[in-house]
């Protein structure tokens, strides 16, 4: 690698306020503010809207989307659709 002209690469603490959820990580990331971790030792900390521990994704808390409802739904304002075009709705073609 070329010298000096990389970012500082170094511990850094993550924190998802939200969900009061932290780790501690190396990133290039830096920031004014500090938080003394469980070592003892104070590491600079980043505050994130969404982690792990609070993304639905990862904590099981998805929600369902009603598709058939919506399908449903147009369905009734629309009409059939094939039976419009002097199809009957049976027909594959």
């Known amino acids: ?3 000096g ?18 780790f501690l990580t ?14 003892g030792n104070t590491y600079p900390v980043i505050d994130v809207e969404i982690s792990s521990a609070s993304h639905p994704f990862y904590t099981g808390q998805t929600r369902v ?3 058939a409802g919506r ?16 199809r009957p709705t049976s027909d594959p073609a």
Do not use: C, L, N, Q
């Open 1 to 3: 690698m070329k010298p």
């Open 5 to 22: 002209i990389h970012p500082a690469y170094g511990p850094v603490v993550f924190r998802d306020r939200a969900a009061g959820f932290a």
């Open 26 to 39: 190396r990133s290039t990331a830096t920031s004014d503010k500090s938080i003394e971790w469980e070592d």
């Open 65 to 67: 989307v009603d598709t």
């Open 71 to 86: 399908v449903e739904r147009f369905r009734r304002r629309y009409g059939g659709g094939a039976a419009r075009h002097g």
